[in-house]
């Protein structure tokens, strides 16, 4: 059972030596990598994803539950603990939804027993995530790229119950971004979200600093920044509701921003 991650430090662009020595990421913790564009963030969770042993170019190694990682989590897709979620999606198969996850459940579960309630919980999952629903008769490559990554986050979180799930940039899907971190808590997983979102980034546990290819600090939540978080996402709901307006034809008024700005 895989308890906690731990990343080594490594070295970043020209070679800096990484300050952040070591980051242990554990079972429940939700957390956020920020930093400016070409900062290094896609690289770490590729590190990760790859269970670096000091060959990569950062030359990080990451270690689960302090130890090297198994040769079967490579080796293996049924056994690999990682899933990672990127911004790009054209790799998907021309399959409907509904053979794409039942693939998936008999991959991890090697039956079909219990598959079906699975592709449900999956599909529910993603409708909470997503405006517009996604049916299980669809093609995949039907699907907008806001209802591809909500129901790849879904598929990763309830059938493929992987304990680390990596997601790079979510924000620009246009998932619902609370309501994917309020239904992710609800599993005793690892989620690192690479983002640029301050909603994400205030709401989670902590977040990791990178700057030139280097991981610089590590900063936990304060009090002030969860109060911060809550009137965040009051304007980011407010913006939402004004985008989902203007998708749908209606019209805006100046009373919807009274009182924000």
Known sequence: MIESITILSGRGKQGISETVRRIDFKMGDVVSIVGPTGSGKTTLINDIELFADGTTPTGRTVLINGMQPSSEYRDNPACNP????????????????HEFLKAHARIRSNSDRGSQELIQQTLDFANQLTGEPIVLTSQMTELSGGQT???????????????????????????????ALELLRQYKKIFVFVTHDPRIALLSDYRIIMRQGCITDVLYASEEERECAVRVSHLDDLLTKMRDKLRYGERLTIEELEGVL
């Open 82 to 97: 990682i899933a990672l979620i990127t911004q790009h999606t054209t790799f998907l198969s021309d399959l409907p939804v």
């Open 149 to 179: 990554r909500a129901l790849l986050i879904a598929d990763a979180t309830i059938i493929c119950n992987t304990p680390i799930v990596l997601l790079d940039e979510v924000e620009n899907a246009g998932i619902h971004r609370t309501r």
